[in-house]
């Protein structure tokens, strides 16, 4: 008991604590996360974290970690990319250039073989997987060509816009993640 006042001892109890919202969010997200990792989130646990995420800016991207289909992985990973909405997403047709750049540098491992062709055939091959916009074969190759040095790349065509250079790396960067997460 504590007591508190002047001249009138007021007798109070001590306050119940209780978690802040932010704390329980913590304390959600990471027993929902756990729980990812012993077995893929239902839709509830999905929903409940994809709110959490939306609260503090972020975006979950979902892909079905149980498949071991190196295809259905590159299909899912690729339409996740086009779907989303933060700075790393696929918003133009080129952008596709720099997936395959990754997957020709090898900067993904294993996935060589997938798209280890010529300009057409690869867009051909992206084509089987319902992608919304692909780029001609020769603007891919002529976006191609413009990457040059080590990962992080440099772009002969945006060497002064930081930005845009961040984001074409970016999108790799992402794309990396998702095919090894």
Same mark, same amino acid.
């Given at each position: 008991? =504590? =007591?508190?006042? !002047?001249?009138?001892?007021?007798?109070?109890?001590?306050?119940?604590?209780?978690? $802040? !919202? #932010?704390? #329980?969010? +913590?304390?959600?997200?990471?027993?929902?996360?756990?729980?990812?990792?012993?077995?893929? &989130?239902?839709?509830? *646990?999905?929903?409940?974290?994809?709110?959490?995420?939306?609260?503090?800016?972020?975006?979950?991207?979902?892909?079905?970690?149980? #498949?071991?289909?190196? *295809?259905?992985?590159?299909? *899912?990973?690729?339409?996740?990319?086009?779907?989303?909405?933060? &700075?790393?997403?696929?918003?133009?047709? =080129?952008?596709?250039?720099?997936?395959?750049?990754?997957?020709?540098?090898?900067?993904?491992?294993?996935?060589?073989?997938?798209?280890?062709? $010529?300009?057409?055939? $690869?867009?051909? =091959?992206? !084509? +089987?997987?319902?992608?919304? *916009?692909?780029?001609?074969?020769?603007?891919?190759?002529?976006?191609? !060509?413009?990457?040059?040095? +080590?990962?992080?790349?440099?772009?002969?065509?945006?060497?002064?816009?930081? +930005?845009?250079?961040?984001?074409?790396?970016?999108?790799?960067?992402?794309?990396?993640?998702?095919?090894?997460?």
């Amino acid at each position: 008991m =504590y =007591y508190w006042g !002047d001249n009138k001892k007021k007798k109070f109890e001590k306050p119940h604590y209780t978690l $802040s !919202d #932010k704390r #329980k969010e +913590t304390k959600t997200a990471v027993c929902l996360l756990s729980a990812c990792l012993s077995n893929y &989130p239902n839709e509830e *646990e999905r929903r409940v974290l994809n709110e959490i995420a939306q609260r503090h800016g972020e975006e979950m991207i979902w892909l079905d970690s149980h #498949k071991s289909n190196r *295809e259905e992985r590159l299909r *899912e990973v690729l339409r996740a990319l086009e779907a989303s909405n933060r &700075p790393y997403r696929i918003k133009n047709k =080129y952008d596709y250039a720099w997936i395959k750049l990754a997957i020709d540098s090898e900067i993904v491992n294993g996935f060589r073989s997938l798209m280890n062709c $010529s300009f057409p055939e $690869s867009i051909h =091959y992206l !084509d +089987t997987f319902g992608l919304r *916009e692909l780029p001609e074969p020769t603007a891919m190759r002529k976006y191609y !060509d413009k990457a040059y040095g +080590t990962f992080p790349w440099m772009y002969r065509d945006c060497v002064n816009n930081l +930005t845009e250079r961040n984001r074409r790396n970016g999108i790799v960067n992402k794309f990396r993640e998702l095919m090894e997460a």
